[in-house]
T-cell receptor, first 112, second 113 residues
Framework: DQQVKQNSPSLSVQEGRISILNCDYTNSMFDYFLWYKKYPAEGPTFLISISSIKDKNEDGRFTVFLNKSAKHLSLHIVPSQPGDSAVYFCAAELYTGNQFYFGTGTSLTVIP | DVKVTQSSRYLVKRTGEKVFLECVQDMDHENMFWYRQDPGLGLRLIYFSYDVKMKEKGDIPEGYSVSREKKERFSLILESASTNQTSMYLC????????????FGPGTRLLVL
């Protein structure tokens, strides 16, 4: 049973516009959320995270929003750049620590 | 700089063979993880370890075993490889405790014929 869901397998955005990637979760015991970026033939690399005590975290062009009541988080990339084209995974960690659950990924294509 | 390395980028094995995938991290992390990544299924946890000689089953441990004899090294073993174990295998490590980032290796693409 998928506890972390990314319902959009793919997304295409024009360069310079905003990319919004969405993630839903079902387990209220998750208290830390992360976004990873993955290029083909490489391992995922950490992008940005947010603790459940916050509703927003920003790092340059990347912002993650958390809506705990809706069990929903989103990643905003603005402005989008062609180098952002990759697969993005959201992940959630149980409050006990040490166990992470990943979504199925969203493939982002930024069109020049 | 953080580094997780995996012994092979690509492997081709035959059904029934015993397969060893090695992972080494140089960050003195307590936690180490093995995932497999399949299209449409994301990353699924096979096993993890929070200390030397300790191991915990993840979501899909069947057909796999692990070994952690040293803190920096975590091995995944396919006792008798099967075609449904063809996948991308990813190793990761993190510090012990909550709100810690996982660092991933480059992955091993395994093909079982």
């Amino acid at each position: 049973d998928q506890q972390v869901k990314q319902n959009s397998p793919s997304l295409s955005v024009q360069e310079g516009r905003i990319s919004i990637l969405n993630c839903d979760y079902t387990n209220s015991m998750f208290d830390y959320f992360l976004w990873y970026k993955k290029y083909p033939a490489e391992g995922p690399t950490f992008l940005i995270s947010i603790s459940s005590i916050k509703d927003k975290n920003e790092d340059g062009r990347f912002t993650v929003f958390l809506n705990k009541s809706a069990k929903h988080l989103s990643l905003h990339i603005v402005p989008s750049q062609p180098g952002d084209s990759a697969v993005y995974f959201c992940a959630a960690e149980l409050y006990t620590g040490n166990q992470f659950y990943f979504g199925t990924g969203t493939s982002l294509t930024v069109i020049p | 700089d953080v580094k997780v390395t995996q012994s092979s980028r690509y492997l081709v094995k035959r059904t029934g063979e015993k397969v060893f995938l090695e992972c080494v991290q140089d960050m003195d992390h307590e936690n180490m993880f093995w995932y497999r990544q399949d299209p449409g299924l994301g990353l699924r946890l096979i096993y993890f370890s929070y200390d030397v000689k300790m191991k915990e089953k993840g979501d899909i441990p069947e057909g796999y075993s692990v070994s952690r004899e040293k803190k920096e090294r975590f091995s995944l073993i396919l006792e008798s490889a099967s075609t449904n174990q063809t996948s991308m295998y990813l190793c990761a490590s993190s510090l012990l405790g909550g709100e810690e980032t996982q660092y991933f290796g480059p992955g091993t693409r395994l093909l079982v014929l």
